[in-house]
């Protein structure tokens, strides 16, 4: 069953406190298809201009993500420069080129019209409704999006709300968008207007999941080296959907498994400059972490309480 993400493909250029990149790999589309396709083949939608390396794109294509909806235009790529701070907490962006994507339109060529799930990346929610016409019918959408969107573009997203089946969004940003402090009315607030869960991601503090009557936390593995955050929040995008895609389990347990392979494949995202570690991720690794996961939150009730 086909897994579809719509987003940026960039060239990053990245300062934290352990080194930097210049004009390395990246993108929200990247980073989701490179955790999404240990699990699940992923097909991507997005642009790349005339300077883009020909090697990136045999590195995705190495990993068995389609790259027939890849368009390469006349112009310069999408660059996005950003320095972290000593404890890596915040980040400022200090450069973004838009380049070709900002004519971008996603076109979905006709053999990933079926897709069953999809995911969109941080785009202009009218290109995300967009997209949202040319698939037909779709089993799964989640969403993400951001500030810039929230501030600029408020009532398209809210009619894209209606059309999704998850946002998924940081803390930061659900507190934006319902004009809420507390994270879990926020939450409600969202699915109030019509998706039917929200996933909160909180960096290293974990995600939630929040549908109507539930909720469910997963936690942020516990690395004592972080090299760099860039991507990681589409890293579990990837996980998120790749393990519903594998396994087409759409069941509120379902979906508590995924937010761990989507938390696994985060903390994978991390460990390495862009996307060095979760190019070289096996699927015995990420078994391994999500057993970790389990070690690390399960526990029982003694007899007098069970
Ligand atoms: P994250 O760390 O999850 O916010 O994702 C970072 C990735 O998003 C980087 O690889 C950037 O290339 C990409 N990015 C940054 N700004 C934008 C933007 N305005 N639109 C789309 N993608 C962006």
């Given amino acids: 069953m086909s897994l ?3 987003g940026s493909i960039a060239l990053d250029s990245v300062i934290t406190p352990f080194g930097e990149t210049a004009d390395a790999l990246g993108g929200a589309a990247v980073f989701f298809s490179f955790a999404g396709a240990v699990l699940h083949p992923v097909q991507v939608v997005g642009v790349v201009g005339s300077d883009f390396p020909d090697e990136h794109l045999a590195a995705l294509r190495a990993r068995g993500v389609d790259l027939a909806g890849v ?27 838009l380049g070709v994507f900002a004519d971008f339109r996603p076109t979905i060529p006709p053999q990933f019209r079926d897709a069953r799930y999809v995911f969109l990346g941080n785009i202009d929610p009218e290109l995300q409704l967009s997209v949202l016409d040319q698939v037909h019918e779709p089993k ?22 209606r059309h999704i089946d998850i946002l998924m969004v940081n803390d930061s940003e659900a507190r934006e968008l319902s ?14 207007r019509g998706p039917r869960m929200a996933v909160i991601k909180q960096g290293e503090h974990g ?5 109507a009557d539930t909720t469910f936390k997963s936690p942020a593995y516990p690395l004592q080296e972080v090299f760099d955050p860039t991507g990681a929040g589409d890293a579990f995008a990837g996980g998120f959907m790749g393990q519903i ?62």
Wanted: proline content about 0%.
């Fill in 71 to 97: 368009e390469r235009a006349a112009g310069d790529s999408f660059r996005w420069k950003a320095r972290y701070s000593y404890d890596l907490s915040s980040r400022e962006t200090l450069d973004t080129r």
């Fill in 140 to 161: 799964l959408v989640a969403c993400d999006t951001m500030n810039y969107w929230i501030q600029s573009k408020r009532d398209v997203l809210l009619e894209l709300l």
């Fill in 179 to 192: 004009g809420d402090w507390n994270i879990y009315r926020a939450a409600h607030w969202i699915i109030g």
């Fill in 4 to 6: 579809l993400v719509v």
């Fill in 207 to 211: 995600a939630l999941l929040v549908a």
């Fill in 245 to 306: 895609a594998r396994t087409e389990d759409v069941s509120f347990d379902g979906l508590r498994r995924a937010m761990v392979y989507g938390s696994a494949m985060g903390s994978f995202a991390v460990e390495a400059f862009g996307v060095q570690r979760l190019e070289r991720t096996t699927r015995a690794e990420v078994t391994q972490r999500v057993r970790a996961f389990r070690e690390l939150v399960h526990f029982d009730l003694d007899e007098a309480e069970a």
